[in-house]
């Protein structure tokens, strides 16, 4: 069974960096694109990007100019780094998994990260 | 960006009634587009992709159709366990693009 756990600093100043990490438990990274989404609080989902088995990334522009992700396929983890961080940033954030059923695979997120509440706050 | 437009943004229903919540895509985008459940506190999960396929382990009163432009998640009985916020997520192209929301309430 596929897991996603991840952490990092919740509570952040403004201009600082974000920086998060999620473990796969019960997976092999070949295949799949592994994301990342945030929530505002009360708000609806917000994709942030994704980078998949090969090292490649997809940022969504909004953000583009402050995003990084990688991953370490030696330690079975992926990260989010954002910089510059204000306010507007405060959400959770998830990670996530695309999904493989009957020999195909997907884009649809299929596995996510329990969330992990980050607030920016002077 | 494709963006999606998810309608109503709130519904209130009674257990058993039947629901449908729709999501309409500013460009077409094949097949590509997932729902997913979110309750509070908790991660989304995903209930239906390929616009109409059912996730593994999801109850199959929950069902999808559309395509191109005009996707529709349906409910064909509400649980008291299906009370929480629905989203359609397109993922034809980047960046990927969620509706703004559905929440489903008790009546």
């Known amino acids: 069974q596929v897991q996603l756990q991840q952490w990092g600093a919740g509570l952040l100043k403004p201009s600082e960096t974000l920086s998060l990490t999620c473990a796969v438990y019960?997976?092999?990274?070949?295949?799949?694109?592994w994301g990342w989404i945030r929530q505002p609080p009360g708000k609806g989902l917000e994709w942030i990007g994704e980078?998949?088995?090969?090292?490649?990334?997809n940022y969504n522009p909004s953000l583009k100019s402050r995003v990084t992700m990688s991953l370490d396929t030696s330690k079975n983890q992926f990260s989010l780094n954002l910089s510059s961080v204000t306010a507007a940033d405060t959400a959770v954030y998830y990670c996530?998994?695309?999904?493989?059923?009957?020999?195909?695979?997907?884009?649809?997120?299929?596995?996510w990260g329990q969330g992990t509440l980050v607030t920016v706050s002077s | 960006a494709i963006q999606m437009t998810q309608s109503p943004s709130s519904l209130s229903a009674s257990v058993g009634d039947r629901v449908t919540i729709t999501c309409r895509a500013s460009?077409?985008?094949?097949?590509?587009l997932g729902w997913y459940q979110q309750k509070p506190g908790k991660a989304p999960k995903l209930l239906i992709f390929?616009?109409?396929s059912l996730q593994s382990g999801v109850p199959s009163r929950f069902s999808g159709s559309g395509s191109g432009t005009d996707f529709t998640l349906t409910i064909g009985s509400l649980q008291p366990e299906d009370f929480a916020t629905y989203y359609c997520?397109?993922?034809?192209?980047?960046?990927?693009?969620f509706g703004q929301g559905t929440k489903v309430e008790i009546k």
């Open positions: 390929a616009a109409s």
């Open positions: 996530a998994r695309s999904y493989y059923t009957s020999g195909s695979y997907y884009n649809a997120l299929g596995y």
């Open positions: 019960g997976g092999s990274f070949s295949g799949y694109y």
């Open positions: 997520l397109q993922d034809y192209s980047y960046p990927r693009t």
């Open positions: 460009q077409g985008i094949r097949n590509d």
């Open positions: 980078i998949n088995y090969t090292g490649s990334t």
